[in-house]
């Protein structure tokens, strides 16, 4: 790291961080939450984007766009040389290769171009060229991993794992608990990632990224420590880099500024909130199932008559056909096509989440201590729900049977959604474990928690040169 440069006065000026995020909403999002943290801490901040992008950070429709960039944070862009956000799931392969083969040379250009020049990047784990260039021009990288740090050991650990090829597990293979393998995996089974040694592309460039992280100078966490404290644990001890779990990595001071000043709410955001107002407490579950990957269309049907069946008051974002969802539904409850999703997450009626297991998703629903019920699609999905119901027990998994087809049917989502919201002695042992882990969260990002701790640290590094 070079040393911080000096102004008129011989005071010292803060560095100039380029972050450089994965283009897609689960991995900006994060990336400006941390660059929010950087810029509250006086790091003079570059964010870049596409094209695209840009207009997504700039507009309002819906669903709504990231949270804008705070003062100290400039956003720049690169051209839309990948394809575009809309759709990108039909050729998540095609997406992937197309963001390691494309990018890295408009980013060089703008990196050519900025002034002051970039004395460090920060770049998402699944960005490996950004690495690359930060070498070629002896800038530090901190890679910024997006997920859970239990994913992240896996797959820099993965040629530990018995796959081989499209091998598939038996079933005594499958129920073997990770820790076998790598250390600080207490709960996660190889049955969490039989499909990962058959997934091609996606696979082929992430055990990529995982070879370049190894270059990096600093790994950064969106977890905290306290919800992962195992697998951290032996990460730091194994890396060579400093490791910082400096999350939840949720846009938690966008939620303190709306607070403190309220902003008006258009029609469609004051109906469903006016709606759960209305509702009694710890009554209604929230349903989303994420804005990337998507269940079927006959998965999306038990999932609507489950919630009939259930007689369970239900708020539902549903992308695409909301009003053929509701009518399934019943009347018990709102399906929309989207929501300020961490707002309602805090809202006092909510009692249960039904989630994909998304990353960012899965530390919302743990920040504001809500029981959730798992619903994995994909990738980090999987583990995630394992870790939210074996582990931390704040949840209960809705794919411990599945059906022909591979679909969970009505019945048994029903019963797993009456399992949760009704007072039992499970679900009340569900919500004390939700309500501790909430506490944990909220002590990590305040003054002398973990995460803030954490982030004081890396800011300390960057300013002085020292260990990144």
């Given amino acids: 790291m070079p040393p911080p440069t000096l102004d008129a006065n011989g005071v010292s000026r803060c560095c100039h961080v380029v972050a450089m995020p994965y283009p897609g909403r689960g991995h900006i999002n994060p990336m400006m939450t941390l660059c929010r943290l950087l810029a509250a801490r006086g790091v003079a901040v570059t964010f870049v984007v596409t094209e695209e992008w840009l207009g997504l950070l700039d507009s309002s429709p819906s669903p709504p766009p990231p949270p804008p960039p705070p003062p100290g944070v400039q956003l720049r862009t690169i051209p839309n040389v990948i394809p575009s956000e809309n759709g990108r799931a039909a050729d998540f392969s095609g997406f992937m290769d197309a963001v390691y083969t494309k990018m890295e040379d408009p980013v ?37 991993f997006t997920m859970a740090a239990s994913l992240f050991s896996i797959l820099y650990h993965f040629d ?3 796959f081989a090829g499209d091998r598939r597990l038996s079933v005594d293979e499958s129920d073997k608990p990770l820790e076998q393998f790598i250390p600080g995996l207490s709960s996660l089974r190889l049955a969490d990632f039989r499909t990962f040694s058959s997934m091609g592309t996606p696979l082929k460039r992430a055990l990529e990224a995982f070879y370049w992280v190894r270059k990096a100078q600093c790994v950064l966490f969106t977890s905290f420590y306290e919800l992962e404290p195992c697998v951290i644990d032996a990460l730091r001890s194994e890396l060579s880099c400093p490791v910082y779990p400096v999350g939840p990595s949720i846009p938690y001071m966008t939620l303190e500024e709306k607070q403190k000043k309220p902003i008006l709410l258009n029609r469609s955001d004051k109906d469903y909130f006016d709606w759960l107002d209305s509702q009694p407490k710890n009554s209604v579950l929230y349903v989303s199932l994420g ?39 019943g009347v018990m409850g709102l399906v929309v096509p989207w929501c300020d999703q961490l707002k309602v997450l805090c809202h006092p009626s909510v009692g249960g989440f039904l989630t994909h297991c998304g990353w960012n998703s899965t530390l919302e629903g743990v920040f504001t201590g809500v029981p959730m019920l798992t619903f994995p699609i994909f990738w980090d999905q999987p583990p995630d729900s394992r870790l939210i119901v074996d582990e931390w027990k704040v949840g209960l998994s809705l794919k411990e049977k599945v059906g022909k087809d591979n679909v969970v049917g009505r019945e048994e989502i029903a019963k797993t959604i009456k ?12 919500r004390r474990r939700a309500a501790e882990l909430r506490e944990a969260s909220h002590r990590a990002i305040e003054e002398g928690g973990s995460s803030c701790a954490n982030i004081n640290s890396f800011v300390r590094d960057l300013l002085v040169g020292h260990n990144v």
């Fill in 160 to 162: 530990r794992l018995p």
């Fill in 419 to 430: 399992r949760l919201m009704e007072d039992t002695v499970e679900s009340s042992e569900i």
């Fill in 291 to 329: 804005s990337f990957l998507s269940v079927s269309s006959s998965q999306l049907d038990e999932i609507a008559m489950g919630l009939r069946a259930s007689e369970t008051r239900f708020l539902w974002v549903a992308r695409g056909d909301s009003s053929r969802m509701q009518e399934m539904s």
């Fill in 108 to 144: 060089e250009r703008l990196l050519d171009r900025l002034q002051p020049p970039a004395t460090a990047i920060v770049a998402d784990t699944y960005l490996p060229w950004a690495v690359a260039v930060g070498n070629r021009r002896n800038i530090p990288v901190i890679s910024l």
